[in-house]
C-alpha cells in the first residue's frame, strides 16, 4: 500500500521547541522512523495501515455528494456520463433527465483531485453542471483518535528520535558536526536530557492512547486483526532503558 505519514513537519514545529529553520530533508525520515518503530508498536501494524489508508483518502478530494447546479439542454437519462472539471478528473455520473434537462445526478465514479464548491461540466448535452458538495473525510473515531492520541504522540516520539542526529550531518567526506558563529555547541549530557524529556512527553501521551484504546477497541477492528508478521500492539508503555 502507500506509505503515508501521520503528521507533518509543520506538526512538529508547531508543537515543539524545534526552529522553523530546520530542513525537511534533515528531519522528515525520523518520522518515519518513529512512525513505524513506536506508533505501529502501540497501534499495531493493521491500525496503522488504516489510519495511513484514511489519510490518503482524505487528501485524495474524492467527491461524496453533488448537486445540479445547471440542468442545460439536450441531455438524456444515462449512466456513467463523463464530466470536465479545471481541477479534479474521474468523475463520471448517474443522470437522470426530463425534456433535456438533467432533473438529478448521482455518483457512479467518485474520481479524485476535486474540492468542495468545484464545478464540474457534463458531457452528452449543452451547459449541464455539477457542484461538488462533500468530498470524503476521514470517520470521526478514526479522526478523534489520530488527532488527539495518535499525533501528539507520534510528534514526540520523532523528537526523541531526531535529537541524538541533529547536530551532525553525514556527507561525502565523512560525518560532520555543526558549529555557529554566535552560538554554543551542547554537551552530549545535555543532549541526552533533552532526548529523556522529549521521551516522558511521548510516554505521556502514548499511555493516554492506551486508556482510550482499551475502552473503546470495537471501534477499531483493526487494532485486534493483526496477523502472521504483523506487529502486535503492546500495552506497556514502561521504558526502562539499558541495563550494562
Same mark, same amino acid.
Given at each position: 500500500?502507500?506509505? =503515508?505519514?501521520?503528521?507533518?513537519?509543520?506538526?512538529?514545529?508547531?508543537?515543539?521547541?524545534?526552529?522553523?529553520?530546520? &530542513?525537511?530533508?534533515?528531519? #522528515?525520515?525520523?518520522?518515519?522512523? =518513529?512512525?513505524? #518503530?513506536?506508533?505501529?508498536?502501540?497501534?499495531?501494524?493493521? $491500525? $496503522?495501515?488504516?489510519?495511513?489508508? /484514511?489519510? *490518503?483518502?482524505?487528501?485524495?478530494?474524492?467527491?461524496?455528494?453533488?448537486?445540479?447546479?445547471?440542468?442545460?439542454?439536450?441531455?438524456?437519462?444515462?449512466?456513467?456520463?463523463?464530466?470536465?472539471?479545471?481541477?479534479?478528473?474521474?468523475?463520471?455520473?448517474?443522470?437522470? =433527465?426530463?425534456?433535456? $434537462?438533467?432533473?438529478?445526478?448521482? *455518483?457512479?465514479?467518485?474520481?479524485?483531485?476535486?474540492?468542495?464548491?468545484?464545478?464540474?461540466?457534463?458531457?452528452?448535452?449543452?451547459?449541464?453542471?455539477?457542484?461538488?458538495?462533500? *468530498?470524503?473525510?476521514?470517520?470521526?473515531?478514526?479522526?478523534?483518535?489520530?488527532?488527539?492520541?495518535?499525533? @501528539?504522540?507520534? #510528534?514526540?516520539?520523532?523528537?526523541? /528520535?531526531?535529537?541524538?542526529?541533529? =547536530?551532525?550531518?553525514?556527507?561525502?567526506?565523512?560525518?560532520?558536526?555543526?558549529?555557529?558563529?554566535?552560538?554554543?555547541?551542547?554537551?552530549?549530557?545535555?543532549? &541526552?536530557?533533552? *532526548? /529523556?524529556? /522529549?521521551?516522558? %512527553?511521548?510516554?505521556?501521551?502514548?499511555?493516554?492512547?492506551?486508556?482510550? %484504546?482499551?475502552?473503546?477497541?470495537?471501534?477499531? @477492528?483493526?487494532?485486534?486483526?493483526?496477523?502472521?508478521?504483523?506487529?502486535?500492539? &503492546?500495552?506497556?508503555?514502561?521504558?526502562?532503558?539499558?541495563?550494562?
Amino acid at each position: 500500500m502507500a506509505e =503515508a505519514l501521520l503528521i507533518t513537519r509543520q506538526d512538529v514545529v508547531k508543537f515543539t521547541a524545534m526552529n522553523g529553520n530546520v &530542513d525537511t530533508d534533515s528531519f #522528515i525520515q525520523f518520522v518515519k522512523i =518513529a512512525q513505524d #518503530i513506536h506508533i505501529q508498536n502501540f497501534l499495531g501494524t493493521d $491500525l $496503522l495501515q488504516k489510519l495511513q489508508a /484514511e489519510i *490518503i483518502l482524505a487528501t485524495s478530494g474524492i467527491p461524496t455528494a453533488i448537486t445540479v447546479s445547471n440542468q442545460g439542454t439536450g441531455y438524456t437519462t444515462g449512466t456513467a456520463v463523463n464530466t470536465t472539471s479545471a481541477t479534479g478528473t474521474g468523475l463520471k455520473l448517474n443522470i437522470t =433527465a426530463s425534456g433535456g $434537462l438533467i432533473t438529478n445526478a448521482t *455518483i457512479n465514479t467518485a474520481g479524485t483531485g476535486y474540492k468542495v464548491g468545484n464545478t464540474a461540466t457534463v458531457s452528452g448535452g449543452t451547459n449541464g453542471a455539477v457542484t461538488i458538495a462533500s *468530498i470524503y473525510t476521514i470517520p470521526t473515531d478514526y479522526n478523534n483518535l489520530l488527532v488527539t492520541y495518535v499525533k @501528539p504522540m507520534l #510528534i514526540h516520539w520523532a523528537m526523541v /528520535e531526531y535529537l541524538p542526529f541533529a =547536530a551532525y550531518t553525514i556527507a561525502n567526506k565523512g560525518v560532520y558536526k555543526h558549529n555557529s558563529e554566535n552560538a554554543t555547541n551542547v554537551e552530549k549530557v545535555e543532549i &541526552d536530557f533533552l *532526548i /529523556e524529556k /522529549e521521551r516522558s %512527553i511521548a510516554q505521556h501521551y502514548t499511555e493516554r492512547f492506551i486508556e482510550h %484504546i482499551s475502552f473503546n477497541n470495537d471501534k477499531f @477492528p483493526e487494532y485486534n486483526s493483526n496477523s502472521n508478521g504483523d506487529m502486535y500492539p &503492546d500495552t506497556n508503555n514502561n521504558y526502562q532503558g539499558w541495563y550494562l
